[in-house]
């Protein structure tokens, strides 16, 4: 029986989601500032905080704690776009993520599925989500779900390594699931377990020895894998070599996972910016007219557009 509250014919909205691997990266400050950019552009966005075990979008936006919360969807059976709150930001609402006596890893499979037919049903043009840190099922389902996968990364080995983790993580989930829809449950499990014996050293080689077993399973990998773009942003960069790290990070991607990544943007850093979280300011309000906020501008028009950091000028 389907959700009443969906039975309205609705235009889908574009869905962004804003991962970080791990903590500290300052996704919720991209996934906040991308979205006063895209509502200046005129857009009608919902922010939704999907950090669950530590959901705090909302002190980004100079909101308190709000009484509404996914703890209404999931316990109360609330429909979702009746859980939006003002942000504050004309066009833009907010769906918190404060789970009251449910963590993330509770969620049912049924409970995670309708979560996803509502997020798509959304009135909105765009829907981004700012995800928790790790790679639990649910986290990397969220965002598989997504038109658009954003990491947000700085300029520091760890956080190069765990973006590298945690896309081979949802490469690996998504291939997965992949094989069990068309009733070849185990294959990739099986197959990533043997690795040794088989020479495989990463996951561009796995997915090369799977479609080598058949034309069948080729076509299956081909198809299933060609909208797979990760677009990663770098934030509190220091210096033009820091900018350049991005560089780097595409190379690693495409050598051992075996797909192009769009370098989408970065932000430099800015004492700035920590004080106007310290005192819940709107940053893109309150400091529109900082290279900061020029740079959120142009790196959700590469979004939207589809384009690349251009770094020939540097």
């Known amino acids: 029986m389907p959700d009443k509250e969906l039975t309205s014919a609705q235009k889908e909205c574009e869905i962004w989601a804003v991962a970080g691997g791990k903590g500290g990266t300052g996704k919720s400050f991209i996934s906040s500032c991308v979205g006063v950019s895209l509502a200046a552009k005129g857009k009608k966005v919902v922010l939704i905080d999907a950090d ?24 109360s059976r609330a429909a979702l776009q009746e859980l939006i709150i003002p942000s504050g930001i004309p066009g833009m609402g907010l769906i918190t993520g404060n789970l009251h006596s449910l963590a993330s890893d509770d969620i049912k499979y049924v409970q995670k599925l309708k979560l996803f037919r509502h997020i798509k049903a959304l009135d909105a043009d765009h829907v981004l989500i ?36 945690f896309i081979k993580n ?21 197959t990533w377990k043997s690795r040794n014996a088989l020479g495989i050293k990463n996951f ?37 070599q820091e900018i350049s790290i ?14 192009a990544t769009q370098y989408v943007g970065y932000v430099e850093h800015d004492d700035c910016i920590r004080s106007c979280i310290n005192n819940r300011l709107t940053f893109m309000r309150s400091y529109s007219s900082s290279r900061c906020a020029k740079e959120i501008e142009k790196l959700t028009d590469n979004l939207i557009e589809g384009k690349q950091v251009n770094l020939m000028r540097y």
């Open 204 to 240: 561009q080689e796995l997915v090369d020895y799977l479609k080598g077993t058949s034309d069948e399973i080729r076509e299956l990998l081909d198809k299933g894998l060609a909208g797979f773009k990760i677009h990663f942003v770098l934030n509190k960069v220091k210096n033009n």
């Open 52 to 75: 669950l075990g530590g959901a705090n979008l909302h002190s980004f936006l100079g909101i308190n704690k709000p009484k509404t919360s996914l703890t209404d969807f999931f316990e």
């Open 246 to 259: 991005g560089l780097s990070v595409k190379s690693v991607c495409m050598k051992y996972l075996g797909f």
């Open 170 to 190: 949802a490469m690996f989930r998504k291939l997965t699931i992949l094989f069990k829809t068309n009733g070849l449950r185990d294959m990739a499990e099986d």
């Open 130 to 165: 700012d995800l928790g840190a790790g790679s639990h099922y649910n986290t990397l389902d969220t965002f598989l779900l997504a038109d658009k996968m954003i990491v947000v990364i700085v300029p520091e080995i760890t956080s190069i390594e765990n973006m590298y983790h």
